[in-house]
């Protein structure tokens, strides 16, 4: 009888004990509640990227889109891959790249058009295109594409793609293409270099 007594207090003493710790302990995050981390674009193999001018679907007069881009992707690069960026041309066949050598490229285009605005809480109400009262303005809206191609310079092979898209819209209708390009090319380089080379680092 004082045995079974004995052993079960032992058993309440133990499952105090394991409430105990599971009450100061609090569980760990699960890697699927976290989240696992997307892996760079970029194979780590790679210590150069090469970024040509890129092919322009719809070209805006006196803009050089697709040169515009390509430089604003390159100088930026410079700054969060360790190795070497240059711009240049694609090489003519797959092959003639260096086996550490990846080739980013792709196509742009920018395309603006007046739009009707017709509620009052999307009307400027201050400035001088001030139109709050007039019930009715036109403003400009533009819509930016990118898809790139990350591809091995001495096989040809595709490594990753994507499409890319944003806009803008402006309360002036007459609104430069130059301004819609100054303002989206650093929330694309936001979004496609965490892409290519991973997240930054803290």
């Known amino acids: 009888m004082r045995a079974a007594a004995h052993g079960a207090a032992g058993t309440v003493a133990a499952l105090a004990l394991f409430a105990s710790g599971c009450a100061t302990s609090p569980p760990a995050p699960s890697q699927a509640a976290v989240g696992p981390a997307v892996p760079a674009a970029l194979p780590a193999r790679f210590t150069e990227i090469v970024v040509p001018d890129f092919a322009e679907t719809a070209p805006v007069p006196d803009l050089a889109l697709g040169r515009r881009v390509a430089d604003e992707l390159a100088a930026g690069m410079r700054g969060v891959f360790k190795g070497t960026v240059t711009r240049g041309a694609v090489p003519s066949r797959p092959g003639m790249g260096g086996a ?20 009052e809480a999307d009307l400027p109400k201050d400035g001088p295109f001030r139109l709050e009262g007039h019930g009715l303005a036109e403003r400009k809206v533009f819509v930016m594409t990118l898809d ?24 002036y209708a007459q609104e430069a293409p130059e301004s819609a390009l100054a303002d989206l090319l650093p929330v694309f380089k936001a979004r496609i270099f965490p892409l290519l080379f991973g997240p930054p680092r803290a």
């Open 148 to 171: 790139l191609a990350l591809i091995d310079a001495s096989t040809g092979d595709v490594l990753w793609k994507k499409p890319f898209r944003e806009t803008r819209v402006y309360g």
């Open 100 to 119: 550490s050598t990846a080739i980013l490229s792709g196509t742009a285009g920018l395309a603006g058009r007046a739009q009707k605005a017709l509620l």
